[in-house]
T-cell receptor, first 115, second 117 residues
Framework: AQKITQTQPGMFVQEKEAVTLDCTYDTSDPSYGLFWYKQPSSGEMIFLIYQGSYDQQNATEGRYSLNFQKARKSANLVISASQLGDSAMYFC????????????FGTGTRLLVSP | NAGVMQNPRHLVRRRGQEARLRCSPMKGHSHVYWYRQLPEEGLKFMVYLQKENIIDESGMPKERFSAEFPKEGPSILRIQQVVRGDSAAYFCASSPPVGQGNGNEQFFGPGTRLTVL
């Protein structure tokens, strides 16, 4: 069975600074994917970034990068140059790369960006 | 290209009534997933469907809950005889057929917030 652990219930960061949101995973599957989603107060789930277990390089999407450390089973999200609009819940998720994407989510981290 | 559509966005039901939640996947997507998010928690997988087939319903409660994805029309998540504990946000997600797209896409709808009085 797969499991995602997000140990930070809440994080604070000042505008324009970088912040790292932690995510560790547990899976016995040889091939898997790691996802980060943002959930603002309006409630929708916004896809941010994806990392495949066999990808050699860490994924980046604009201000988002995923610090993938396979040996440690961690997939931390780094947000650079934080903006007020980044204040939201952030969920880490994993899937088995078996052709369909049943996602297992962590409990989330609430990020608050202050001016 | 419209995203995943869900309706209604908000649904209020009294205990014992039925709730029907609808999901229209993105154009070209044939896989639909339903997740439930209880207050202050992460999303939990409920069911995965393709057209006219339930592929994995391992996350569905054994009673009162059912899902379908007919050949024509949206996917429906049906909750019979709702109880207060069913109050949650229900999200639908869709992805393209295997072998199409980049294989990593799973796009979520805006969710339906069910409140049981």
């Amino acid at each position: 069975a797969q499991k995602i652990t997000q140990t930070q219930p809440g994080m604070f960061v000042q505008e324009k600074e970088a912040v790292t949101l932690d995510c560790t995973y547990d899976t016995s599957d040889p091939s898997y994917g790691l996802f980060w989603y943002k959930q603002p107060s309006s409630g929708e789930m916004i896809f941010l970034i994806y990392q495949g277990s066999y990808d050699q390089q860490n994924a980046t999407e604009g201000r988002y990068s995923l610090n993938f450390q396979k040996a440690r089973k961690s997939a931390n999200l780094v947000i650079s140059a934080s903006q007020l609009g980044d204040s939201a819940m952030y969920f880490c998720a994993t899937s088995m790369n078996t052709g369909f994407q049943k996602l297992v989510f962590g409990t989330g981290t609430r990020l608050l960006v202050s001016p | 290209n419209a995203g995943v559509m869900q309706n209604p966005r908000h649904l209020v039901r009294r205990r014992g009534q039925e709730a029907r939640l609808r999901c229209s996947p993105m154009k070209g997507h044939s896989h639909v997933y339903w997740y439930r998010q209880l207050p202050e928690e992460g999303l939990k997988f409920m069911v995965y469907l393709q057209k006219e087939n339930i592929i994995d319903e391992s996350g569905m409660p054994k009673e009162r809950f059912s899902a379908e994805f007919p050949k024509e029309g949206p996917s429906i998540l049906r909750i019979q005889q709702v109880v207060r504990g069913d109050s949650a946000a229900y999200f639908c997600a869709s992805s393209p057929p295997v072998g199409q797209g980049n294989g990593n896409e799973q796009f979520f709808g805006p969710g339906t917030r069910l409140t049981v009085l």
